[in-house]
């Protein structure tokens, strides 16, 4: 769906495309059972190395874990603070 979809009614009810596709409940299994599947056939990440080697600002947001190779250390640029801003981020 695309926001220039969706529109006013003069009764000021908001109005868009209803997609009604669904699958029968009877296919609920069927998913559960592709979707164990396809977990117990990955690899998990490999979370033991060291978790904080990334910005203050990225870290205080993060709520979730991260492979070690997603923790290499920041570098600024020479002359720079380190900072989001200082790596071309912006800070709001």
């Known amino acids: 769906m695309r926001l220039s979809q969706i529109n006013y009614g003069p009764d000021g009810e908001m109005r868009f495309p209803r997609h009604g596709h669904t699958a029968p409940e009877s296919a609920l299994t069927t998913y559960l059972e592709e979707g164990e599947s396809l977990l ?8 033991s190395g060291p978790a904080r ?18 923790l290499e250390p920041m570098t600024a640029p020479s002359g720079s603070s ?6 071309g981020h912006d800070s709001d």
């Not at 056939?41 to 979370?47: C, M, N, S």
């Not at 080697?53 to 070690?68: A, G």
């Open 53 to 70: 080697k990334v910005s203050m600002d990225f870290e205080h947001l993060r709520w979730f874990d991260l492979p070690p190779a997603c």
């Open 40 to 47: 117990r056939a990955t690899t998990p990440p490999d979370l």
């Open 82 to 87: 380190g900072t989001d801003s200082d790596l």
